[in-house]
C-alpha cells in the first residue's frame, strides 16, 4: 500500500517544482525536499488550518521523514475536519500497518474496500449484495457519508425510496455540501409522492451547486409532475444550457409537450427531429449486419425498455409477450432488454416469456448496440419513447436491421434510424403521419392489449343506486388535469346536481398537492364536499376503488390508457373527448375496440351532455355496468391471442420487406 497524495494551490506547485530542480548536492547541503515541503505545508496551514489536503500532503511528507506518529496526527487532523476523506482514510491505514496496528488499520481501510465493493455490485446489477457491502461499510465507519449515499442509490434501484431518502438524509447530514446526496433525495422524495418536499432538496442541491445540471433535470421533473409546465421547462432549459448535449432533458421536454393543448405539430416534429439529428451525431450506425435475408425464418425479436416490470407498459407488455411465446413458436424468439432494474413479479414473468434477458444498466450504448448486434436480433423494438429510462440514442446506431417504436410513447421519437411506429386506424388518422419521422404501420384493430390483473376482484353493482348521486372519477397522474380539463370537469359536476369526483393520483401523498387541487375547483365554484381526493395505495386497494365509482371522465389532451382499461375490467365506462393528434385518441381507439362508442364525446359541449345523459339513465348504467367486464375481455384490448396474431403478422412483413430491399441491393 501507498499512501495517497493531494494537489495543493497552484502557488506552492511552482515551490514543489523548485525543490526539484535543486541538485543532488544542493539537497544535501542544506535541507531534503521533504523537509521543505513539511515547511510549505505547515505555512499553508497557518493560513487555512481547515485545508485537509495540506493535513494529508503534510502527513505523507512526514510518513517519508519517518515521523509516523506525527504523520498519524496530520491524518487524524484532516478526518476531524471531513470524516469521510477517504485519502486520509486509507493513508492513515498505511500508516497505522506500519507500526503494527493492523485492527485499527483494517478499519480505516476495510470500510472503503466494502463501499468500493458495493459498488462494483451496483453496476453489476447485483442489487441486494451491493446493499449488504455498503452496510458493512457502514458498520465499520457509520459516518462514511459516501457509503450512506450509495446505500442511497442502491436502495432506491431497489424501488425502497423511503429507505433510500433516509440514506440521503444521513449523508447530506454528515455533508451539507453533498449536492449530489440533496439531489438524489429530491428523487426519492419525488417517488414517494413527496413532491414539495422534493423541490425543496434540488433547491438545496442547486445552491450549494448552481451548474448542478442533474439538479436542474430533476427540479424539472417534480415540477411537471405538480403540472406547473412553465417553470418545469425553464428548469430543463436551464440544465440543456450547462450541458447542450443532455439528451435526457431533451427527453422530457419533448416528453411533457404532451401534456399542454395547442401544441404545433411542427414545431413538436422540429425539436423531435432536432433530438434525433444529436443521437445521430454521437452514433456511429451500422449499415450492414449477418442478419440471414430469408424471409421466413425463425425471427429475433428484441424488447428495449425500463418498464418490464410493474409498470403500465409491464401491464400491457407481459400478456402479449406470454402470447407471442406460446403461439409464435418457431416463428418468433423474444430477447428483453430492460434498461432499468426490473426484478419484481411482473418482470419475472416477462423474463420467462423470452428466450435472453440482457439487462443494459451501466451499458454504454455503444457496448448495447454490439451486444445486441451480437444476438443477431432481426427486429428491435422500443417501447419507451421519450419517458423515463429510455434508450432512444442507442437505436441511432441501428443495431438490428429493422427497427420499431410501440407502446410505451404517444409522438414521434425523432430518431430517423427507427423505421416504423405501430398505430392502428382509431388512433392516428393518415393526415397526422407527416409529423412523424417513422412509417406508420396500422395493426388492423388496435395498438394497445391489455393483461388482465390478478387481483381477485368482483364487479359491484352501480354505487349511484346506493348512494342516491352519482360518482365521477379519475385515477389519472395529475400532470393530465390541467386548467381546461378542471373547467370542463366542474361543468359536468353542475350538469349532474349532487354528484361527486374521486380523484386518485399518486402526487396526492402530500396534504399541500390535495388541497391545491380542490382549491383549483373550489376557484369555479364546486364545493370541496363534492371532492374526494385520494393518495395512491397498492394496486388491489387502487383497482378496488373503482366499486365506489360509476363514471370515468377521461383527462385531455393526455388521455389515461391503463386507468381507463383498469376501469372498463372493473366495470366502470369511461368517458373520453376525441382528438385530432396520436396522443389524444388513445381513449378512442381503447373504447371503440371496446364496442361503447357512445362514450367518445367529439366536443367539450358534446362531453358534457353525454356525461350528464349517462349519469340520468341509471338502469342503462347499471346493466352496462353488470356485464362490461365481459364485454371488455372478449374484446381485443384484452385479448392477447388475438391481439399477438395480428402482431406477429405486423413483424412478419416488416422484415420481408427489409429482405426485398435486400435482394434489390444485390442485383
Known sequence: MKERGIGLFERFRSVARNLQRRSTTERSEVRTPIDDGVTTYRRVLEANPCDVEAHVNL??????????????????????????????????????????????????????AHANLGNILRNLGRLDDAVMSYRRALEIRPSFAEAHYNLGNALNDLSQPADAAASFRRAAELRPDFAEAHSNLGNALQDLGRLDEAVLSYWRALEINHDYQEAYFNLGSALQDLGQFDAAAESYRRALEINPDFGVAQSNLLFMHNYIAGQDSQTLLSEATGFGELAARRAR?????????????????????GDLRNHPVGYFAEGVLASLSQEASGRLELFAYPTHVCGDAVAERIRASCSGWRSLVGVSDESAAQLIREDTIDILIDLSGHTAHNRLPLFAWKPAPVQASWLGYFATTGIAAIDYLIADPWTLPESEEANFTEKIWRLPETRLCFTPP???????????????????????????????????????LEAVPGSRLLLKAKQFTEVSVRQRVIERFTAWGIDASRLIVERPVSRGTYLAAYQQVDIALDPFPYPGGTTTVEALWMGVPVLTLTGDRFLSRQGVGLLMNVGLPQWVAVSPDDYVARAALHAKDLNRLAELRAGLRKQALESPIFDTRRFAHHFEIALREMWRRWCHQQRGADL
Request: net charge negative.
Open 59 to 112: 502527513g505523507n511528507a512526514l510518513k517519508d521523514l519517518g515521523r509516523l506518529d506525527a504523520a498519524m496526527a496530520s491524518y487524524r487532523s484532516a478526518l476531524e475536519i471531513n470524516p469521510d476523506f477517504e485519502v486520509a482514510h486509507y493513508n492513515l491505514a498505511v500508516v497505522l500497518r506500519d507500526v503494527g496496528q493492523i485492527d485499527d488499520a483494517m478499519a480505516h481501510d476495510f470500510a472503503e
Open 285 to 305: 450506425p451500422f449499415t450492414a449486419w449477418s442478419n440471414v435475408p430469408a424471409a421466413d425464418r425463425c425471427l429475433r425479436v428484441g424488447f428495449v425498455s
Open 454 to 492: 390478478n387481483e381477485d376482484l368482483k364487479v359491484t353493482s352501480l354505487c349511484a343506486l346506493r348512494n342516491g348521486y352519482v360518482t365521477f372519477a379519475s385515477f389519472n397522474h395529475l400532470s393530465k388535469i390541467n386548467d381546461d380539463v378542471v373547467a370542463l370537469w366542474t361543468r359536468v
